[in-house]
């Protein structure tokens, strides 16, 4: 691939600005250079009298997958090499996932211990804008999937054309995420003020983290619940109103707790990484990227890790430029536990800590944790703050697929339209608490269905029912849920809704709704014996034992 090569200031955009006179404003600071220097993100010929000649090797969405090494990496090739390897490029975890879970497949070992995917199996379409999970996509039952419906969501997609759609915009490598605005008249805004809008695109599908953050949650596609509805998203799905997170109502961006280099998934150099939590897995955590790095506990305590501007690395004093404003060495700067990275815009000071807000401006106060208030703390060690704070989260029980040969349907990853059509249809789309289920790494957290489903594919004897459980960080944090909800919930248990009763031969339950193909009712993630149970999306991952659900049910909640 040709590199560009740079003229100096002014030079580039002396014949681009003849027909582009508004790409000479609009610019953010940080690439102000684009107003009278196109060149080092656009490339073409400025002193060609012709356009095609002018056009020549112009790169007119710079941030793509396909050309970023030589657009934006220019400047920023740590990004780039970190952003084209991580699981917002490649759907390592979404891939290995899906593989895992739908029969019939034969692609359950997709990921070598190395991390990197395997080679491509037959019927596989490589493209220079996928990452290599996605590349190797073929054409089994859960590839096709993968294809039809799901992968839709990366950063590999191509970018066509300048829109600012907050719920079907996805895609275009580094602008995905980096152009906020697209104001009439002016270059798009390309910054790394990265606005919520950004996110929805994606986030607002599965688990819906976008949606539940800002108090919308999806309902049935039914009268009965569009009667109660907020009203739609643009893409058709209904929406009713749930209790916002409590950092959204603070003004939080996503990105003031998710650091840049999170998304980026940029790891810390060699010896500076924190050792791995108990219980995580060297493949989990690749699996991952860097996603989830940021803890309750890296802002509000008690167990905040803390360093002096001085004994931070030259990595970790990057992660820091533009933050807070200080020159002074002895300032205390907040890191995450998971990979050390420093928290910026996080200011710790004698009279508490503050949140500077990276949208909007101005600072909050940040609530740092109090003993007083976690009276029964020393009785939930294995439960983080997310597992009583998250007020509700997105449920579906009812799903089914179905895949027909005969009918095409648009592929993303060949980009064009071709043979076999999966058809969802959804029910059952409920929200509220969580329910419990026990992590690989021993911790109790919150999970919702992942999969509750029959898929039906001609290659197979028949419809399969799929009972999968996914663990879940809602993003609805607020007041801790109340003891009974828990300690007397069927449904929290994982023993779906029903009627709990304690007689003489111990717990037993009255189920609200019939059973289905294997014994569980469809909100139910195992049973009181545990001789039913069903899986989790990762590997480790489990419902409840019955002795964990006995020792819950002992306590004497309605009196706490």
Not at 194 to 221: K, P, T
Not at 319 to 336: E, F, M
Request: hydrophobic share 35%; proline share 8%; net charge positive.
């Amino acid at each position: 691939m040709t590199a560009l090569t740079f003229g100096g200031p002014g030079a580039w955009a002396a014949g681009c600005l003849d027909c582009h006179p508004s790409a000479a404003v609009g610019h953010a600071s940080g690439h102000a250079f684009g107003a009278t220097d196109c060149g080092p993100c656009h490339g073409g010929d400025p002193l060609a009298a012709a356009r095609d000649a002018a056009h020549q090797g112009l790169v007119a969405f710079p941030g793509q997958m396909a050309d970023v090494p030589r657009t934006c990496g220019g400047c920023h090739p740590a990004q780039v090499e970190a952003v084209r390897a991580s699981p917002m490029a490649t759907l390592r975890g979404m891939v290995a996932t899906t593989r895992r879970v739908i029969a019939g497949d034969g692609h359950s070992e997709h990921l070598e211990s190395s991390g990197r995917p395997r080679a491509p199996d037959a019927g596989a379409l490589p493209s220079g804008q996928h990452g290599p999970g996605i590349a190797g996509l073929g054409s089994s039952p859960a590839d096709t999937l993968l294809r039809k419906l799901c992968v839709g969501c990366h950063l590999g997609r191509p970018k066509t054309r300048h829109a600012h759609d907050p719920v079907r915009d996805r895609g275009g490598g580094c602008l995905a995420c980096h152009v906020n605005a697209y104001r009439r008249g002016a270059h798009p805004e390309v910054s790394a003020r990265v606005e919520d809008a950004r996110c929805f695109g994606c986030h607002s599908r599965s688990g819906r983290i976008s949606l539940s953050y800002a108090g919308l949650a999806e309902v049935n596609e039914d009268a009965d619940s569009h009667a109660a509805a907020a009203g739609r998203l643009a893409d058709g799905r209904w929406v009713e109103r749930r209790a916002a997170d409590a950092h959204h109502r603070a003004g939080l961006a996503c990105i003031d707790c998710h650091t840049g280099a999170e998304l980026m998934d940029l790891r810390p150099p060699a010896g500076l990484a924190r050792a791995p939590e108990a219980g995580a897995s060297a493949a989990a955590d690749r699996q991952r990227g860097s996603a989830g790095s940021v803890r309750c506990v890296d802002c509000h305590g008690p167990t905040r890790v803390q360093a002096r501007l001085e004994e931070l690395s030259a990595w970790q004093r990057e992660r820091l430029r533009g933050s807070v404003p200080t020159g002074d060495p002895q300032r205390l700067v907040a890191l995450t536990g998971r990979h050390g990275t420093p928290l910026a815009g996080l200011e710790i000071t004698s009279e508490g800590t503050f949140l500077h807000r990276r949208i909007g401006g101005g600072r909050v106060a940040v609530p740092p944790y109090r003993a007083v208030s976690h009276s029964l703390a020393g009785a939930h060690t294995r439960l983080g703050c997310e597992t009583c704070h998250s007020e509700w989260a997105p449920r579906c029980y009812g799903c089914h697929l179905v895949y027909d040969p005969a009918s095409p349907q648009w592929d993303h990853v060949a980009g064009a339209e071709t043979p076999g059509r999966w058809r969802e249809r959804r029910w059952a789309t409920r929200n509220g608490l969580p329910l419990l289920g026990v992590r690989a790494d021993g911790r109790v957290g919150l999970f919702v269905p992942g999969m509750v489903m029959t898929v039906a594919h001609p290659d197979w004897p028949g419809p399969e029912l799929k009972r999968i459980f996914a663990a879940i960080t809602p993003h609805t944090t607020g007041r801790a849920r109340g003891c009974p909800t828990c300690h007397r919930s069927a449904e929290a248990l994982g023993l779906g809704a029903g009627r709990l009763a304690r007689g003489a031969d111990g717990w037993t339950l009255e189920a609200e709704h019939p059973a289905l193909a294997d014994g569980l009712p469809p909100d139910a993630w195992t049973d009181l014996g545990g001789a039913r149970a069903g899986a989790a999306t990762r590997p480790g991952d489990r419902p409840l034992a019955p002795a964990e659900l006995r020792r819950v049910l002992a306590v004497d909640a309605d009196n706490r």
